[in-house]
């Protein structure tokens, strides 16, 4: 599988990383980093989180969230349409995403199993 994952804390990305062996994943840091990505590649699947540089319960409308790039995404992008986890624990900002991307799903990263969300995709493809 083709996984994007858009994620600031290099502990999850060791995580993520570990967990998906024999997949590849683009990572990004940054929504502006992710906008690249997501123009340029079809992916299998989606990885988000809400809160980016280090912020912790950011509000939807400042420009640097996964929110943001999540609209972009239902917008300008082939992946619009791509299975979706969203892994923020902001519930808020979550909720957000999964207004503008239907088909997503919010999983706090605290309770995300990944190798499960992963073998659950490859069974709906």
Request: proline share 4%; net charge negative.
């Amino acid at each position: 599988m083709h996984i994007f994952i858009l994620e600031d804390n290099k502990y999850r990305m060791v995580k993520f990383r570990r967990e998906l062996i024999g997949h590849k994943i683009d990572h990004a840091e940054t929504v502006e980093q992710g906008t690249s990505l997501v123009v340029a590649n079809k992916y299998d699947l989606l990885f988000l989180d809400h809160d980016l540089g280090g912020e912790e319960m950011v509000d939807s409308s400042k420009g640097s969230t996964g929110y943001k790039l999540a609209e972009f995404i239902a917008s300008f992008t082939p992946n619009k349409e791509t299975p979706c986890v969203v892994h923020s624990c902001n519930p808020a900002g979550s909720a957000n995403i999964v207004r503008v991307l239907p088909h997503a799903v919010k999983i706090p990263f605290i309770s995300l199993d990944i190798t499960s969300v992963a073998k659950w995709v490859e069974k709906c493809q």
